[in-house]
């Protein structure tokens, strides 16, 4: 069973905000939530992660549900450098476990 | 360009065969981590080194094994391939050893074809 479960694709206007959601239902209490993104032909690129409190930095902002099942990466300005896969990661102990990932498309 | 090389770029083997693949850590970095990619079972985490030791082990394969040498880099050995094993490989470096919260830098990752 997937440890998170994201949307296929997304679309957002450039400089737009874009939430990207994810939902993570069998979350212990000691799991960190990670996004990471990956652009065409990269590797993955670290954004956020976070265990319980809403997290910002100067890429992105998390923000994490109450009950810790679902979580929202907020771009506040979509660039068109933004355009890339988005993956939801359950860290669980000493693994790591990736969503499929939400293509993200920012539309000019 | 996370500081974190990978060689080769493209690697093209048959079934049965053998390869080695590398990865040079950032400067500093003492954990390695590595993943495959594939499009059927998408991104998954296979093996973490820190200083040379085995920390943690994923979905990795008994066919595949990995070391970490002294100077930090580290080798991804895949044998008796199978076509299903086609997939990019990525190599990622952290500083420390806190998997949960340390940031992982990836490498541009190897494609490996098995024909």
């Known amino acids: 069973d997937a440890k998170t479960t994201q949307p296929n694709s997304m679309e957002s206007n450039e400089e737009e905000p874009v939430h990207l959601p994810c939902n993570h239902s069998t979350i212990s209490g000691t799991d960190y939530i990670h996004w990471y993104r990956q652009l065409p032909s990269q590797g993955p690129e670290y954004v956020i992660h976070g265990l319980t409190s809403n997290v910002n930095n100067r890429m992105a902002s998390l923000a994490i549900a109450e009950d810790r099942k679902s979580s929202t990466l907020i771009l506040h300005r979509a660039t068109l450098r933004d355009a890339a896969v988005y993956y939801c990661i359950l860290n669980t102990g000493n693994q790591f476990y990736f969503g499929t990932g939400t293509s993200l498309t920012v539309i000019p | 360009d996370s500081g974190v090389t990978q060689t080769p770029k493209h690697l093209i083997t048959a079934t049965g065969q053998r390869v080695t693949l590398r990865c040079s850590p950032r400067s500093g970095d003492l954990s390695v981590y590595w993943y495959q990619q594939s499009l059927d079972q998408g991104l998954q985490f296979l093996i973490h080194y820190y200083n040379g030791e085995e920390r943690a082990k994923g979905n990795i394969l008994e066919r595949f094994s990995a070391q970490q040498f002294p100077d930090l880099h580290s080798e991804l050995n895949l044998s008796s391939l199978e076509l299903g094993d086609s997939a990019l490989y990525f190599c990622?470096?952290?500083?420390?050893?806190?998997?949960?919260?340390?940031?992982?830098?990836f490498g541009p990752g190897t494609r490996l074809t098995v024909l």
């Open positions: 990622a470096s952290s500083s420390g050893l806190a998997f949960a919260t340390d940031t992982q830098y």
